[in-house]
């Protein structure tokens, strides 16, 4: 939830919303020091989006 809140609070934006279930999986593999600040930082890139960035779902000209 946390994680959630920063990225939004700092105008980013969920391309996907992790599902519960991902989002657990990844909390446990950064505490567990499984995952590194790189594999971390690729998990987020999959997910997130910059405020500069349109999406094509949100422009209506490619619709």
Do not use: C, H, K
Request: hydrophobic share 45%; aromatic share 10%.
């Amino acid at each position: 939830m946390t994680l959630r809140m920063f990225i939004e609070m700092n105008s980013w934006r969920w391309t996907s919303y992790p599902t519960i279930d991902d989002a657990d999986q990844a909390v446990l593999a950064v505490a567990a020091g499984e995952w590194d600040e790189q594999r971390t930082a690729a998990w987020l890139r999959e997910r997130i989006a910059p405020p500069s960035v349109t999406l094509a779902s949100e422009d209506p000209a490619s619709q």
